[in-house]
């Protein structure tokens, strides 16, 4: 079964860093792209990142171009996301997701960033 | 960048109706659009890619249509649980993007 578990999330202060986490299981964590989708509260769904399975190609929301950096451990079976000088329009859950039929088809269950002071 | 324009926004409707939701896209993206439903407090969950391919598991009540600039998704005979928000998103071209979402209400 697959499953994306989540975490780092939490609150922060405007300007501040956090490192999001998502652990895979249940399936060659190497062969899959990945991405990372935010949705602030009450708020739609917003793509933020995405990084092929070897890692050489990597996109971002313009958002975040420049804050934010995805990248991903094929050995630990892990994907993360550096999330620098963060504003309080960032505040969000997060959900790593990998792609099936080139959309994300299976999504975690998300990690909630609090940016405000 | 490829702007999208989900309608409506709220659909009331009743059990048993049929009900369509449309996706307009700035520029076409031939059929590299999916549909996701999201029930409050839980993930999307990935109904409907390439415009019209029913992902595995998903009833065969829910379809899609379109292609270019036009979608639809349809809900043939609703039921109790698919009263939920979704989502049409393309992967023509990053920035991939969503629609603005579709509340489905009981009427």
């Known amino acids: 079964e697959v499953q994306l578990v989540e975490s780092g999330g939490g609150l922060v202060q405007p300007g501040g860093s956090l490192r999001l986490s998502c652990a895979a299981s249940g399936f060659t964590f190497s062969s899959y792209e990945m991405n990372w989708v935010r949705q602030a509260p009450g708020k739609g769904l917003e793509w933020v990142s995405y990084?092929?399975?070897?890692?050489?190609?990597?996109y971002y929301a313009d958002s975040v171009k420049g804050r934010f950096t995805i990248s991903r451990d094929n050995a630990k079976n892990s994907l993360y996301l550096q999330m620098n000088s963060l504003r309080a329009e960032d505040t969000a859950v997060y959900y790593c997701a990998r792609v099936v039929r080139g959309v994300p088809g299976y999504w975690g269950q998300g990690t909630l960033v609090t940016v405000s002071s | 960048v490829i702007w999208m324009t989900q309608s409506p926004s709220l659909l009331s409707a009743s059990t048993g109706d049929r009900v369509t939701i449309s996706c307009r896209m700035s520029q076409g993206i031939s059929s590299y659009l999916a549909w996701y439903q999201q029930k409050p407090g839980k993930a999307p969950e990935l109904l409907i890619y390439a415009a019209s391919t029913l992902q595995s598991g998903v009833p065969s009540r829910f379809s899609g249509s379109g292609s270019g600039t036009d979608f639809t998704l349809t809900i043939s005979c609703l039921q109790s649980e698919d009263f939920a928000t979704y989502y049409c998103?393309?992967?023509?071209?990053?920035?991939?993007?969503f629609g603005q979402g579709t509340k489905v209400e009981i009427k």
């Open positions: 998103q393309q992967y023509y071209s990053f920035p991939w993007t």
């Open positions: 990084i092929s399975s070897s890692g050489s190609t990597i």
